[in-house]
């Protein structure tokens, strides 16, 4: 048995290196995780009774599916984005609770219960409209020692309740703005009519009114405007044919 124990030692390494963004929590056999974080660089350890766990800590992105409720009850489906890392003096709480893998166990599960936490908060149209605002809020809830950076919403589609909703409401604020437009085109109209009748019934009051004053001078003076526009159209007409004053024949034109 002793020299089984021996072999184990002697097949492991008394040191390890860290890479550059890489720290490590110690794990016991004898006091399990400690809370020493190990930065980069050689280090040395007791073969078999302590093991490095190693985290990668620089950025890394993730898209994180989630499926929830809105303010007014609508189900969102909503894909997550984000840029997160751990925080280094955080790793011994992180291995105690969640694991070496916590990109895969405990980010989805955090980034699912602070964006439902976050999303309750808002209606459909806000969730549109206020995308910014929920990932800032986001952001500012993230917890369980990891960072959250470069939050957005990536990608958000609502139920098909809510679309056809959507697009009702899209087709009857379209046919109102066509009434509008029916109606305002009448009003027009009218408008017109009113302002073309006063004119002529100021034109008809202003020529009673002339009569009263002129007499039949108006009239005189109407047959002149229109005798001098006949005899403007008639002399610039080719099939009227001008006799002198005074002379009842008709002069034969030349062949």
């Known amino acids: 048995m002793a020299a089984k124990v021996f072999e184990s030692i002697s097949k492991n390494s008394a040191s390890y290196n860290m890479d550059a963004g890489h720290r490590a929590v110690i794990s016991d056999r004898f006091r399990g995780g400690q809370d020493i974080v190990v930065g980069e660089g050689t280090h040395f350890l007791i073969p078999w009774v302590q093991k490095p766990i190693?985290?990668?800590?620089?950025?890394?992105?993730?898209?994180v599916p989630v499926i929830t409720?809105?303010?007014d009850l609508q189900?969102?489906?909503i894909t997550l984005r984000i840029l997160f890392w751990p925080v280094a003096s955080q790793l011994p709480r992180i291995f105690t609770s969640i694991g070496e893998d916590c990109d895969e166990r405990g980010l989805p599960s955090i980034t699912t219960e602070i964006l439902k936490s976050v999303v309750v908060l808002f209606d459909a149209g806000e969730l549109i409209t206020q995308r910014e605002l929920v990932s800032r809020q986001v952001k500012r809830a993230a917890t369980s020692g990891l960072i959250l950076d470069d939050?957005?919403?990536t990608?958000?589609?609502?139920?098909?309740?809510?679309?056809?909703?959507?697009?009702a409401k899209q087709v009857a604020q379209q046919e109102a703005e066509r009434a509008r437009f029916v109606v305002e085109k009448a009003?027009?109209?009218?408008?017109?009519a009113i302002i073309s009748a006063e004119g002529y019934s100021e034109a008809a009051e202003l020529i009673a009114n002339s009569l009263v004053t002129a007499r039949d001078g108006l009239i005189e003076l109407c047959k002149l405007e229109t005798a001098e526009v006949l005899a403007y159209q008639f002399l610039r007409s080719q099939n009227i044919t001008h006799l002198p004053a005074g002379q009842s024949v008709l002069l034969?034109?030349?062949q």
């Not at 190693?54 to 898209?63: A, E, M, T």
């Not at 139920?159 to 909703?165: D, L, Q, V």
């Not at 009003?187 to 017109?192: A, G, L, S, T």
């Open 75 to 77: 189900n969102v489906n």
């Open 187 to 192: 009003e027009q109209q009218k408008k017109v």
């Open 252 to 254: 034969q034109r030349p």
């Open 69 to 71: 409720g809105s303010k």
């Open 151 to 153: 939050v957005s919403l």
């Open 54 to 63: 190693i985290f990668d800590c620089p950025s890394r992105p993730r898209n």
């Open 155 to 167: 990608h958000l589609t609502f139920g098909k309740e809510f679309t056809e909703a959507v697009e």
